[in-house]
């Protein structure tokens, strides 16, 4: 079992619709991230939070909205997504601090109709 | 811009073969982690060398680290139908803007067949 946990697991959303995809941690790691795979390919870095403020964005459209509201979570707000946004979202934890490993969740496979 | 060429892309073997996947750069990294994807599933990490030159064995997987710290290999002895999945290895470097920062190879999709 992962030690991250993300929720759901699937989404299907219109391009209309306005959902958010939620990050759980409880290892006390302070860097939070997010990261956008297409399949077969390497994920590629949105976000990077640590303690709690944003530090990284990756240049990532403004339909894409982060959110840390505490330690442990972690959101992306979605809204007006297009077609080319359907991938798997995964997020990850890491203790701050020089090499530290990044503990990954599973990610939540989101499909724009 | 910091790249990582990992090869090959695909690997297509028989159970019991050995395979050698290769991540190579011409920047210097502060460490290599290597990590296996399985499909439905998130990134696990399988290890993180730090010292040029250092050598990691975790069971049939040994991990090695070039000496000016470029480079990295990940060699698989007598693989399995369990190895199949991808493998990627990704770069860090120390403090600086790039903090927090995976540098991804492109990953190695392998499949073990029985």
């Known amino acids: 079992d992962t030690e991250v946990t993300q929720t759901p697991k699937h989404l299907v959303m219109g391009m209309t619709n306005k959902k958010s995809l939620k990050c759980e941690q409880h290892m006390g790691h302070r860097a939070m991230y997010w990261y956008k795979q297409k399949a077969k390919k390497p994920p590629e870095l949105m976000f990077v939070?640590?303690?709690?403020?944003?530090?990284i964005n990756e240049s990532v459209p403004s339909r894409f909205s982060p959110e840390c509201p505490n330690s442990s979570l972690l959101n992306l707000h979605l809204h007006a997504l297009q077609p080319e946004d359907s991938a798997l979202y995964l997020c990850?934890?890491?203790?701050?601090?020089?090499?530290?490993?990044?503990?990954f969740g599973d990610g939540t496979r989101l499909s724009i109709l | 811009t910091q790249l990582l060429e990992q090869s090959p892309q695909f690997l297509s073997i028989q159970e019991g073969e050995n395979l050698t996947v290769y991540c190579n750069s011409s920047s210097v990294f502060s460490s290599l982690q290597w990590y296996r994807q399985e499909p439905g599933e998130g990134p696990v990490l399988l290890v993180t060398v730090v010292t040029g030159g250092e050598v990691k064995k975790l069971k049939r997987l040994t991990f090695q680290f070039g000496d000016a710290r470029k480079d990295s290999s990940l060699h698989i002895t007598a693989a399995q139908p369990g190895d199949t999945g991808l493998y990627l290895c990704a770069g860090t470097n120390a403090g600086g803007t790039s903090y927090g920062k995976l540098t991804f190879g492109q990953g190695t999709i392998l499949t073990v067949h029985p």
């Open positions: 990850a934890s890491s203790r701050r601090g020089d090499n530290q490993p990044q503990h």
């Open positions: 939070y640590s303690y709690e403020k944003l530090s």
